[in-house]
């Protein structure tokens, strides 16, 4: 069964205090790996699609990277605007079903 | 534009009752989601239709029977509401075989007292 643990649980950030979260899957077949920011009330947003270990994506602050058996989400000189739980979730070859994490609450400190 | 709407946002309800969620996607996909996000925030899928098909069953009680009359409309139906199934329930859309991330709903919180 697909497996997934997001660390930390919640992180809390001086305004400007880059750091990163952690992804750990583990799923027979990976065929993508998704990022998605979610705010209070709100449903996850999408941000990044990595396919395959050693692939980067970026958006504005934030820097997805992929290993075999990771995913990190880099944030680069945080804002208080890019405060919300980032969720990961990889889905595998032979369904269309996303298995997520139980996300990083990401707090920015002004 | 909204891309993917759910409705109502809140439902607030008794023990018992049965109730309805509607969730409309505008984005022209074919493949429809459930997804369930307990208190802990961990989000779990219930269902997936694919152009009106179901193609994803979770263990999920029978209570809970999801209807998609066209590929642009997927609706939750759940009888005999129980205390546990409190949550936020999400919608969401994607285009099968494009590998395309999921489109999510604003959620629908449901509480059962």
């Known amino acids: 069964e697909d497996q997934v643990t997001q660390s930390p649980e919640a992180l809390r950030l001086q305004e400007g205090e880059s750091s990163s979260l952690n992804c750990s899957y583990t799923v027979s077949g990976l065929r993508g790996l998704f990022w998605y920011r979610q705010d209070p009330g709100k449903g996850p947003e999408f941000l990044f699609t990595l396919y395959s270990a050693g692939e980067e994506k970026e958006k504005e602050r934030l820097k997805a990277t992929l290993t075999k058996k990771e995913s990190f989400l880099h944030i680069t000189a945080p804002k208080p605007e890019d405060s919300a739980t980032y969720l990961c979730?990889?889905?595998?070859?032979?369904?269309?079903?996303?298995?997520f994490g139980t996300g990083t609450r990401l707090t920015i400190i002004p | 534009d909204t891309a993917v709407s759910q409705t109502p946002k809140y439902l607030v309800t008794q023990m018992g009752n049965d109730k309805s969620i509607k969730c409309e996607q505008n984005l022209g996909h074919d493949t429809m989601y459930w997804y369930k996000q307990d208190s802990k925030k961990f989000l779990k899928i219930m269902f997936s239709y694919n152009n009106k098909e179901l193609i994803i069953n979770e263990t999920v009680p029978n209570r809970f029977s999801p209807k998609s009359p066209d590929k642009a409309h997927l609706n939750l139906h759940i009888n005999s509401l129980e205390l546990g199934d409190s949550a936020v329930y999400f919608c969401a859309s994607s285009q099968s075989g494009t590998q395309s991330p999921l489109h999510f709903g604003n959620g629908t919180r449901l509480t059962v007292t």
């Open positions: 979730a990889p889905s595998n070859f032979g369904n269309e079903k996303l298995t």
